[in-house]
């Protein structure tokens, strides 16, 4: 069964970079993509992006200017950079396995079946 | 973006109650919904993918069903263990986007 643990700084200034890792076990990393998902405090879920193991990256277009995700397949971890934060990057961080499935005619859909335990990241001055 | 709207925000019912909570998109996407459930403290968990496939080990109490732009999901019978926030999540088209969520609290 994967697990997925993360870890990162927990409190930026703004303009800092913000960088998580999340390292995979229990699975072998093969054949899947790899997310970062953030939700603000009291609110919803926002994709941020994926990556899968060949380096392939997808990113949300409103933060695609500022966020690398990158993947080390020696060490089986995956890293989010989300350059310039502020207030509004304030949210607790998860990492994600994504699940796809195919449709008809072979297209990709994508949802997040193992996730890690979260890092609260808040931007404060 | 594709946006997703739930209802209610927040419900409240008894153990043993039919809970309904539904999710609609700005646009069909199809089946290509899941639901997550988050209980207080942890992350979401997901309980259904293509509109009503259950996943592994979830109850069967648990079901889903739509397509197009509207979706439900229900409990047949609520559990106290059922305590947390549900949220809907469309995968027709990036970038993925999340509905804000249900709240269900247990009278």
């Known amino acids: 069964q994967v697990q997925l643990q993360q870890w990162g700084a927990g409190l930026l200034k703004p303009s800092d970079t913000l960088s998580l890792t999340c390292a995979i076990s229990g699975e072998s990393p093969s054949g899947y993509f790899w997310s970062w998902i953030r939700q603000p405090p009291g609110t919803g879920l926002e994709w941020i992006g994926d990556i899968n193991l060949s380096g392939g990256t997808n990113y949300n277009p409103s933060l695609k200017s500022r966020v690398t995700i990158s993947i080390d397949r020696s060490k089986n971890q995956f890293s989010l950079n989300l350059t310039s934060v502020t207030a509004a990057d304030t949210a607790l961080y998860y990492c994600?396995?994504?699940?796809?499935?195919?449709?008809?005619?072979?297209?990709?859909?994508?949802?997040?079946?193992?996730w890690g335990q979260g890092t609260l990241v808040t931007v404060s001055s | 973006d594709i946006q997703m709207t739930q209802s209610p925000s927040s419900v409240s019912a008894s153990v043993g109650d039919r809970v309904t909570i539904t999710c609609r998109a700005s646009?069909?996407?199809?089946?290509?919904l899941a639901w997550y459930q988050q209980k207080p403290g942890k992350a979401p968990k997901l309980l259904m993918s293509?509109?009503?496939k259950l996943q592994k080990g979830v109850p069967s109490r648990f079901s889903g069903s739509g397509s197009g732009t509207d979706f439900t999901l229900t409990i047949s019978s609520l559990q106290p263990e059922d305590l947390a926030t549900y949220f809907c999540?469309?995968?027709?088209?990036?970038?993925?986007?999340f509905g804000l969520g249900t709240k269900l609290e247990i009278k």
């Open positions: 646009q069909d996407i199809g089946t290509w």
């Open positions: 293509s509109s009503s």
């Open positions: 999540q469309q995968a027709n088209s990036l970038p993925y986007t």
């Open positions: 994600a396995r994504v699940l796809v499935t195919y449709g008809g005619i072979g297209v990709p859909y994508n949802w997040f079946d193992a």
